[in-house]
């Protein structure tokens, strides 16, 4: 995860149906849930909102909860802490010292499906797959170069407004190219700064 930049990740699961995005753990030492948004939350939201929307059965107000909680409600979609806190997860790991963005999705109700269910959890959620990996395309995507042509390791990417940064990578071969999630409302300048190691990235 430190080594290649991904930009966009999610670990699937089972045994509920929803899409849970960081943060997932609490900032509090006395709570066990609450709503604990990242700077990108409108992003999360939209990345979680993508997949459950086009899933078959998330948000069907027709469907069953799977247990006590019905997610279909809050439009198939949760924040990872205010369901229940986890310390050290892969979303929150992923967030904090990668440039991906990483969700947990719960499939289906059943944690273990039998052999027989497989083809229909599959026409389940192949749909929702499919949109969720289109959603890479989503946001700034650009090269970073100095006045030679090459990759500049370690360039910062900033977007006023939101107090997260993303890197190129740290060697030559993953230094040029950039991906950085923004929503459709925003726009962005490129400015570049002193000794070409950062520019900052401005939005509505």
Not at 186 to 202: A, I
């Amino acid at each position: 995860m430190e080594k290649i930049p991904f930009v966009l990740g999610g670990n699937l699961q089972g045994g509920e149906l929803v899409v849970a995005y960081p943060y997932d753990m609490v900032r509090s030492m006395w709570k066990t849930q609450d709503y604990t948004p990242t700077p990108d939350d409108h992003v999360f939201r939209w990345l979680a909102y993508s997949y459950a929307s086009t899933h078959r059965l998330m948000t069907d107000a027709r469907r069953r909860a799977c247990h006590t909680e019905d997610f279909q409600k809050e439009d198939g979609t949760v924040n990872g802490a205010s369901w229940h806190t986890v310390a050290g997860s892969i979303n929150d790991f992923s967030y904090l010292h990668t440039n991906c963005f990483e969700l947990s999705i719960y499939v289906g109700c059943d944690k273990y499906p039998h052999e027989s269910e497989l083809p229909e959890e599959w026409e389940n959620n192949r749909e929702s797959l499919i949109v969720f990996m289109e959603q890479v395309h989503r946001g700034i995507k650009g090269i970073v170069k100095d006045v030679h042509g090459k990759g500049i390791p370690n360039a910062v990417i900033s977007v006023e407004g939101v107090n997260h940064d993303i890197r190129t990578g740290k060697k030559p071969k993953t230094a040029v190219q950039i991906n950085r999630f923004m929503t459709r409302t925003t726009t962005f300048l490129s400015t570049p700064l002193p000794l070409f190691t950062s520019f900052k990235v401005l939005r509505k």
